[in-house]
């Protein structure tokens, strides 16, 4: 009886309920795809380094080297389980052409370091999609995937050469999955060659840096190796990476759409627990007779339920399953870029169990908040639903607000607004979904306009002037440093200049165990970061150090730290507390010279006098002063290093604004259609006073903005209040280098384009549904007649 009851319940309403399943299908599907991205990500990431292996601990190395010191020093070290040096041949993109179709296209505006290897033998390998070590034969080239994605590139394509009047021609045979530098934000990507052409190519073009690459007992012990080993005084003309910090660059793009597919998710669950509820209490009003009879005749409140109950039961385990199903066929589409950053794997089985477990979730609040609202029925009484006729709504005494005497507002805006102002309660579901539809929107493109933004260099580390200039570590670093420095002098283009050097000293950690402290000084240093807390270092005696770094000594501002270098200490107050995702994000900024100590590093930042000729000028310094220093305009530095996070979320964020945009508009369908089948009577005594349609319409658009336009506003203002928090929430759980970010908005959009354009949208909605007024007859007064 209960299924025949549920049967014909859900064919005579068959809009609601199909509206009401789509909310729950939404609704699943999203919370089961985050979970299946998050963790297919980690299981992706792990199968990648299951078999790749990449290292622990890495020391680039530019310049000459023992390997015998380097081996001896290995085995006296009881954490190393295994080590080896890989040899790189270091090109620039200028000297790189991809030719496809006879269309050529160069490389030039890569500002990543590219470094030609050749396979290893059992560690630190550079796979294809499959997982599976590529063995090239000569004339093949495998080309990092996060190159096919910057450029056009396929299998098949040429690749030429040109490098120290060396002419060489490639074929691409695959694009090679790199564990430790698949991401824009290692600012490095490696090109595989053959065992024949790299050897015949190494003494002849580009400079040699090395991967001193080692392998560890147990990952912790990353930072306490890294110490150990700079102290022993061996090569480490170069970036130092963990492998923690090798694992957070290749994750970050897919944690950031995790991150922002949940919080959608969640949203979208709370929209649908809102339509639940207005659907449900809006059948229940339409029963209530049904609901009396039933209570006149003895039927328990819990049998009463149990009938309505079973239906919203149907409906969510319907929608749940029908979600949890798209998304298994779907999920290749979602994770595309997870497929193409770590490889082709099957979806794992804890990504199944996960995900059936959160639609599971998603089923059971449906479940409970149903329950929650049908024990209204339990305070309804006989009398009021067969005598009185009241059901939910306790009629209220009239209400003298004087606003009926107004002479300034028309009676159609007066109509529209008293209904609203005094009613706000049955107008709350159009108020909400268009508060949550703003408000994920916002923290969506506000958080991609903040990678976007040419201030979000502060958070690596780097005031924002216009060209940044980085004279690498070997042997040329003094003579690179001294050519950068003639040329800036000489430069009649140049409003200011700053210049920094990093040096390395000692302290110790928390543990009180001794680590290095790698220190940018100038008297630039430090001014322009985002500071978590005081202020950039001033006194000479003071020193700013990263989030990271205040981490791992424990201290905080105001604290003393003392530094050791040269047969020497220093006593330093901490000044301030900055965010840094470079290096590491292990860093720190400090006005004293340490004029004792040897450069690691030389960095100058550049403001010109025509801001408009960044890039001319980076080119034209680039050709004068050569190899060995990279010369970036500060803008194209930020938005390549995060070009790859920034791509990813612009295609989230569009799906999010599509999703939010049809979600508002059928919510305020069904609404309409709700409102107008029970405000039958007063629509038809309006015609009867006088009322045309087109007034009806014209109130009903009235309300419906009104409320709309506050929903919209309440949403910004949640977004601006909330936004921020809710996303420094997360990145305190990623254990990067960036705890905090102001959100940099786009006034424009967030206030304007956007809000404007659902309204537009709502508005249209309403016109166009209450085009159907015009079947409403007068004798709907007396008859009570239903729409056609």
């Not at 389980?81 to 890989?86: A, F, I, K, L, R």
């Not at 004087?402 to 109509?415: D, T």
Request: charged share 20%; glycine share 6%; with cysteine.
């Amino acid at each position: 009886m209960k299924w025949f009851m549920i049967k014909n319940d859900l064919k005579r309403n068959k809009t609601i309920h199909a509206a009401l399943l789509l909310f729950i299908v939404f609704s699943a599907a999203l919370a089961t795809l985050s979970v299946i991205m998050a963790v297919q990500t980690i299981a992706s990431i792990n199968e990648l380094y299951g078999t790749a292996q990449p290292p622990h601990f890495l020391q680039m190395h530019k310049g000459e080297m023992n390997q015998d010191e380097i081996d001896a020093f290995m085995k006296e070290q009881e954490e190393v389980t295994d080590w080896q040096t890989v040899a790189m041949i270091n090109v620039y993109g200028e000297e790189l052409t991809v030719v496809n179709n006879e269309k050529y296209l160069n490389l030039s505006d890569c500002r990543l370091d590219i470094g030609m290897v050749k396979q290893n033998t059992s560690k630190d390998l550079l796979l294809n999609a499959e997982h599976e070590k590529v063995i090239l034969q000569e004339g093949e080239i495998g080309m990092p995937v996060l190159l096919k994605e910057m450029y056009d590139m396929d299998i098949g394509d040429h690749i030429i050469l040109n490098s120290n009047e060396v002419k060489k021609e490639f074929v691409i045979k695959e694009f090679i999955l790199d564990s430790q530098m698949n991401s824009s934000m290692c600012s490095s990507t490696r090109i595989l060659l053959s065992d024949s052409d790299y050897e015949a190519l190494k003494d002849r073009v580009g400079e040699k840096e090395y991967l001193i690459e080692v392998y560890l007992t147990n990952t912790d012990l990353a930072n306490t190796f890294q110490t150990a080993y700079e102290n022993a005084k061996l090569p480490q003309n170069g970036q130092a990476v963990t492998y923690t910090m090798i694992f957070l660059m290749s994750a970050f793009t897919d944690i950031t759409t995790v991150f922002v597919l949940i919080l959608v998710s969640i949203l979208l669950v709370f929209v649908a627990l809102i339509c639940i509820k207005f659907t449900i209490l809006a059948a229940l009003e339409e029963e209530m007779k049904e609901i009396g009879t039933m209570k006149a005749i003895g039927i328990p409140f819990a049998d009463i339920r149990a009938l309505y109950l079973g239906k919203y039961r149907v409906l969510a385990f319907t929608g749940v399953f029908i979600g949890y199903l798209i998304v298994l066929l779907t999920n290749k589409l979602f994770t595309q870029h997870i497929h193409t950053t770590f490889g082709s794997i099957r979806i794992s089985p804890l990504a199944l169990v996960a995900s059936a477990v959160a639609a599971y979730l998603v089923f059971l609040l449906i479940t409970f908040y149903c329950k929650r609202i049908l024990k209204k029925i339990k305070g309804v009484t006989v009398v009021d639903t067969l005598v009185t006729g009241k059901g939910f709504e306790r009629k209220q005494g009239k209400t003298k607000d004087g606003m009926y005497k107004s002479k300034i507002l028309p009676v159609n805006w007066l109509l529209g607004i008293r209904e609203v102002f005094f009613h706000f309660k049955n107008w709350i579901i159009i108020f909400t979904v268009s508060s949550i539809a703003v408000f994920m929107i916002m923290i969506s493109i506000n958080l991609v306009g903040t990678f976007q933004s040419p201030e979000f260099i502060t958070y690596m580390g780097c005031s924002p002037e216009d060209i940044l200039i980085e004279i690498d570590n070997g042997v040329h670093l003094e003579t690179g440093y001294q050519k950068v420095k003639q040329v800036l002098d000489e430069s009649n283009v140049i409003q200011q200049y700053y210049e920094s050097r990093r040096v390395r000293v000692h302290t110790t950690n928390s543990e009180k165990k001794p680590m290095n402290l790698h220190i940018d000084c100038g008297e630039h240093e430090g001014n322009g970061l985002q500071y978590l807390h005081g202020r950039t270092p001033q006194a000479p005696d003071e020193i700013a150090i990263s989030y990271l770094n205040a981490r791992e000594i424990d201290k905080k501002v105001g604290d003393t730290i003392m530094l050791f270098y040269a047969s020497k200490e220093k006593e330093f107050i901490i000044s301030g507390i900055y965010q840094d995702v470079t290096s590491g994000g292990y860093t720190a900024k400090s006005k004293y010279n340490f004029p004792e100590l040897n450069a690691e590093k030389y960095a100058f930042s550049v403001d010109l006098n025509d801001a408009t000729n960044v890039e001319q000028q980076s080119k034209e310094w680039s050709k004068i002063i050569g190899t060995g220093v990279s010369i970036d305009p500060m803008e194209e530095f930020s938005q390549q290093t995060l070009g790859g996070v920034v791509q990813q979320l612009m295609k989230v964020v569009i799906t999010i604004v599509i999703i939010a945009s049809l979600l508002t508009i059928l919510i305020t369908v069904l609404f309409l259609k709700l409102r107008l089948a029970k405000e039958q009577s007063e629509i038809a005594i309006l015609k009867a006073i006088g009322f045309s349609e087109t007034d009806i319409r014209i109130q009903y658009m009235i309300k419906t903005g009104y409320v709309s336009l506050l929903g919209l506003v309440t949403g910004i203002v949640l977004g601006n209040v909330l936004g921020e928090r809710i996303v420094n929430t997360a990145l305190q759980l990623t254990g990067f280098g960036i705890t905090k970010i102001d959100f940099i908005i786009n006034p424009f959009v967030q206030y304007f384009a956007y809000p404007i354009l659902l309204l537009g949208l709502i508005l249209l909605v309403v016109w166009t549904v209450m085009s159907s007024v015009k079947k409403i007859r007068i004798n709907a007064i007396v008859n009570n007649s239903k729409m056609p």
